[in-house]
């Protein structure tokens, strides 16, 4: 039996295929690792579900950024909490767990795709994973609940971007008095962070800001994400040569913090703010922009 060809000539038609995120993916059904990693970080991202089994996930207890766990074989009970989102299922080498799961969801009306290869292509293709002990405990909704001190400026801004955008997208950010943290983080069963204190594990050490501890301890020390954190270290300890970009970053965190009255509605113009400052590193570092300097027709 003959291959269809595209009509670029160039590659079969069963090759070819445009996902929801915009990625072209290698098969149907599937997208791959480094074409998931280029979408995990923004908020493109899709809904990452991992579904190893106890014993693959206890063989290898880290998490692809982002991912949150769920058993394979409740899927059907567990399907509707995802309706209208994306998702991309994630298994130890994505056969039949990662498409099990990807079918059922598709059958309840949810876009699902695996990842090719699952955590073991990940793994070979040296992207970074989230060991599951640094993650805290969830509530009964599966979402991490953080506390620090209101009215933030810059470590309290990026770190809850860091949580949302590479290790969990639902975790919850109470914002209360400096007095009031550590209280509230016992009766509320949150993690203190950008505090003092003697318990409080997210914080700054040294010459490093809570920001760049996270992304250490996270294992996401990527170059990007390190990039990012000289910038933010600069801004955020009054050390603007660290980075030219640092003193941007002051200006605008401290022209938020002057908008916005409520914390929370700060926050998520924040997110924006450090959505831009990580495209940068990530994609246009090398980029310039000039007015042109000759005249039309010159």
């Given at each position: 039996m003959g291959i269809a060809i595209s009509p670029r000539g160039d590659m079969p038609k069963h090759r070819i295929r445009?996902?929801?995120?915009?990625c072209t993916m290698s098969s149907f059904n599937t997208i791959s690792a480094e074409k998931l990693a280029r979408l995990i970080g923004t908020p493109k991202c899709p809904i990452l579900i991992d579904v190893r089994t106890d014993e693959d996930f206890d063989s290898d207890p880290r998490l692809i950024p982002g991912s949150m766990r769920r058993p394979f074989a409740t899927v059907p009970d567990w399907a509707h909490e995802?309706?209208?989102?994306?998702?991309?299922?994630?298994?130890?080498?994505?056969?039949?767990?990662?498409?099990?799961?990807?079918a059922w969801l598709r059958h309840a009306g949810i876009p699902a795709d695996s990842?090719?290869?699952?955590t073991l292509a990940w793994a070979q293709a040296d992207l970074p994973t989230v060991p599951i002990a640094r993650i805290p405990s969830r509530d009964e909704q599966g979402r991490t609940i953080w506390v620090t001190r209101s009215r933030p400026k810059i470590d309290r801004i990026a770190c809850p971007w860091l949580i949302r955008r590479f290790v969990d997208p639902n975790a919850v950010f109470l914002?209360?008095?400096?007095?009031?943290?550590?209280?509230?983080?016992?009766?509320?069963?949150?993690?203190p962070f950008d505090i003092e204190g003697d318990n409080v594990s997210w914080s700054h050490r040294g010459e490093l800001c809570t920001f760049d501890v996270m992304v250490e301890e996270f294992g996401l020390a990527t170059k990007p994400l390190k990039q990012l954190a000289a910038i933010v270290r600069g801004a955020d300890t009054a050390r603007l040569d660290l980075a030219p970009e640092a003193a941007g970053l002051l200006a605008a965190s401290l022209g938020l913090s002057r908008m916005y009255a409520d914390d929370l509605?700060?926050?998520?113009?924040?997110?924006?703010?450090?959505?831009?400052?990580y495209r940068w590193c990530r994609d246009a570092t090398d980029e310039t922009h000039n007015w042109p300097s000759k005249k039309p027709g010159a």
């Open positions: 445009s996902n929801l995120y915009g995802f309706t209208g989102k994306s998702l991309v299922v994630i298994c130890q080498k994505g056969l039949k767990l990662s498409h099990g799961v990807a990842l090719e290869g699952g914002f209360v008095p400096t007095s009031e943290v550590q209280a509230v983080a016992e009766r509320f069963a949150a993690t509605a700060q926050l998520e113009a924040g997110l924006l703010l450090y959505d831009a400052f």
